[in-house]
């Protein structure tokens, strides 16, 4: 008897288990962290929801949904780490229980339970969920899109295209375009395939014009908005430039060869990786077999373009992120789940006990880039720190594996055997949110820093920051503006104006810059002297006499 909501309940608690504990743990990552969390923040002190702002300035670079909600959080909880990062972890929950129970009412509870479990316990997922970026509200409304349309072409029932369209039109406020075109690209091509299997039925006229419709009516309010406070150009900005932009160019020096996501695959699905190669060749098998159930070929044909599609529309794109692909870790998911449920009934097999047995092996390989890692970069004082908890996630997840290969070797066990995998993961994940993290604080300068700033400024002190990575860290601790500044001696660059401009121009100057400063370096009369340090940045402060003509 099929359960979803079951499936969905253990999918929601096992991302819930791995994205909360800690989740508010250590300060925000630059540069991403730092920067959408200060559009959130600036919300609030600019009581603006239309045009989103960064450091005091109109910024048109992503949509609003995710600033509208970490805002609210940040309003309620306060401009915290844990309030900034909730969205994404409530949006990996919900990723979790949804893929539990879309699968589950198609496939039986089985078969939704490991697909949830898998999916929610995968590193991506983990790592995902707890940043304070929106991709985890894109990636829940892309599956939520593509699983409404494979329900829709599955019954013929429009209800179910037009929700797909609302979860649409909720991922393009979350990213963009981008939401509605991948869900296209997944469902398309599986329409195309499965209607020459079996019947596949289209949405009506009424379908398509009730779900273009309400998704006009979500996502117009905002961008009508947008470009009556700020101008049409804002919509060129977000649209043109930094969505096709992307495609079509590299943006914020973020490009990679056409193979860039193979490894983010292999990494991203960590530990199940290990059992991908043999469920694609299962799914190739289960594709050519007239004996397969109709209802396990529809969800084999869905996953496999699935990975396939968004796979290769991202490959060639020009800008490339490793969160980029995150979206179609759904599919990977229900292929292993398919493969694992198939092993369990089938009973013991050589080839899912290499798999389990593997994934220590890939511990292994991982220890030793890490080694080679911090050798070639002379980082082994500083990761000395880390290495201890390090070991203890490795070692959490070298004995679940461990485990899982014995469970798999027993028929009566076999059943159970993901789940062990998932614990392992969970507590490996864990130590790393709430041991692990703290340690990482001495290598981030800027909040130390910046609480300097904060306690001694006084009015009319400006904050600067000069040749020195952290702009948006320095802008979120402190308070807009911050003025990035050209490098010393310089009065061109697309680091920021000349310094003379800055320095002159106020009575005391808060800069943020390397401790080493070079051979040239004007004051221009004025006087500094060093406040604090962190890492390799100092604080200095610029004050003193007028500056010379």
């Excluded at 700020?230 to 495609?247: D, F, V």
């Excluded at 100092?538 to 006499?545: E, N, R, T, V, Y």
Aim: glycine share 8%.
């Amino acid at each position: 008897m099929e359960k979803p909501a079951r499936a969905a309940f253990v999918g929601a608690i096992i991302a819930a288990l791995i994205t909360l504990p800690g989740l508010g743990v250590g300060t925000l990552w630059d540069n991403s962290e730092t920067a959408y969390g200060e559009v959130a923040r600036e919300i609030l002190l600019t009581h603006d929801w239309i045009v989103m702002h960064l450091n005091g300035a109109p910024w048109f670079i992503q949509p609003p949904l995710y600033f509208w909600v970490a805002a609210l959080f940040a309003k309620l909880l306060g401009v915290t780490p844990f309030a900034l990062r909730l969205p994404s972890a409530l949006a990996t929950i919900g990723m979790g229980a949804m893929t539990g129970y879309a699968v589950a009412r198609q496939a039986g509870t089985r078969i939704g339970v490991y697909a949830s479990v898998i999916l929610s316990s995968c590193l991506i997922q983990a790592v995902i969920g707890r940043l304070a970026i929106m991709d985890a509200l894109l990636d829940v409304a892309v599956a939520l899109t593509v699983f409404w349309w494979f329900r829709a072409l599955e019954t013929g029932r429009d209800r179910y295209f037009v929700y797909g369209w609302i979860a649409a039109a909720f991922g393009f406020l979350a990213k963009g375009p981008v939401a509605p075109v991948v869900a296209l690209l997944v469902i398309g091509p599986y329409w195309l395939w499965n209607r020459r299997e079996e019947q596949t039925y289209l949405p009506s006229w009424r379908g398509w014009l009730g779900g273009l419709g309400l998704t006009g009516l979500i996502v117009a309010p905002w961008l009508l908005a947008n470009a009556a406070h700020s101008g049409p150009h804002s919509l060129a900005e977000l649209i043109g430039h930094y969505t096709i932009g992307r495609y079509t160019g590299v943006i914020e020096n973020q490009s990679g060869p056409v193979w860039y996501y193979l490894p983010v695959v292999i990494l991203g699905l960590f530990p199940w990786i290990a059992f991908l190669p043999m469920a694609l060749v299962r799914g190739s098998s289960a594709l050519r077999d007239a004996s397969t159930p109709p209802n396990l070929a529809r969800l084999w044909r869905l996953a496999i373009v699935w990975i396939v599609m968004p796979l290769l529309f991202f490959s060639f794109a020009k800008t490339k992120l490793p969160n980029y692909i995150a979206l179609e870790f759904p599919a990977l998911a229900l292929v292993v789940a398919l493969y694992l449920d198939g092993v369990v009934r089938r009973g013991v097999s050589r080839s899912v006990i290499l798999s389990a047995a593997s994934v220590p092996i890939f511990i292994g390989l991982c220890a030793i880039a890490i080694a080679l890692f911090v050798r070639d970069n002379k980082l082994t004082s500083s990761a000395l720190s880390v290495e201890p908890d390090l070991i203890k996630m490795g070692s959490s997840i070298f004995v679940g594996s461990v485990v899982t290969t014995i469970l798999f070797a027993r028929r009566r066990t076999m059943a159970i055997a993901p789940y062990a995998l998932a614990a392992s993961m969970l507590i490996a994940v864990d130590i790393m949110a709430i041991v692990a993290l703290p340690h990482a604080e001495q290598f981030k300068p800027i909040p130390p820093l910046a609480a300097v700033i904060q306690r001694e400024r006084q009015p009319g002190d400006v904050v600067a920051i000069q040749s020195f990575r952290g702009a948006n860290a320095l802008v979120f601790y402190t308070e807009p503006p911050v003025y990035g500044i050209a490098p010393p001696g310089s009065t061109k660059s697309k680091e920021g104006p000349d310094p003379r401009s800055v320095i002159c121009t106020h009575p005391r100057v808060w800069l943020v810059a390397p401790a080493k400063r070079p051979a040239v370096d004007p004051l221009y009369g004025r006087t500094r002297r060093e406040i604090a340090t962190a890492g390799s940045g100092a604080l200095f402060l610029i004050d003193g006499p007028p500056c010379h003509s």
